[in-house]
């Protein structure tokens, strides 16, 4: 992905890689696993730290885009490390579990949703998408993690933007062997519907 950072104003302030985006801690939150994100249960996780966050959730573009307000400013954001399905009436061919990772990114981060965002070596993608690891206030949920872990997403990554990878890489592996939603429903990532791909 490029780093077509510059000098807009309604961008998010510079910072160092891995430092916090306005507002944010200096470190994530603990990456622990919770019923709500695999599935399993819904509602509140206990037990999880509550975090300071730095933007509110608008809409959800698709399962690996959202938009949020910063400072007044809305801001289109590409999560990091992950991929989900292309969905039915995007800009590219739909694929299998697309519009279930949309769904699913919906429940996780519905309008006004508090998160704190969280940067790595560069701000935006060529598309001018800021890039975020993007952790729910509330709860600490790490979204990019868990949309993985769920089989909602497969892992992507770009250099230099790898940190959170290792994490990223193990939560795919653990939804592939459990067979969790598109590796079980659709034989894997990248699926268009139709047969194609």
Not at 66 to 79: A, F, K, Q
């Amino acid at each position: 992905m490029e780093n077509s950072a510059g000098s807009d104003a309604s961008r998010a302030h510079e910072t160092m890689p891995g430092e916090a985006m306005p507002g944010e801690p200096a470190r994530p939150p603990p990456d622990e696993r919770d019923a709500e994100a695999t599935g399993a249960a819904a509602g509140a996780v206990t037990g999880s730290p509550v975090l300071e966050a730095n933007a509110v959730v608008l809409s959800v573009v698709d399962g690996d885009t959202i938009d949020v307000d910063i400072s007044g400013n809305r801001t289109p954001v590409r999560l990091i490390g992950i991929d989900t399905p292309e969905k039915t009436g995007g800009y590219l061919p739909a694929e299998c579990g697309g519009d279930a990772a949309t769904v699913r990114t919906r429940q996780l981060l519905p309008p006004g949703t508090e998160v704190l965002l969280q940067r790595d070596a560069e701000l935006y993608d060529r598309y001018d998408r800021l890039l975020a690891y993007v952790y729910r206030a509330s709860d600490g949920l790490f979204v990019n993690r868990y949309l993985v872990l769920d089989g909602y997403a497969g892992t992507m990554h770009f250099e230099p933007n790898t940190q959170h990878r290792a994490v990223l890489d193990a939560a795919q592996s653990d939804a592939r062997a459990a067979g969790r939603g598109i590796w079980t429903d659709c034989g894997g990532p990248d699926r268009q519907i139709g047969g194609a791909g």
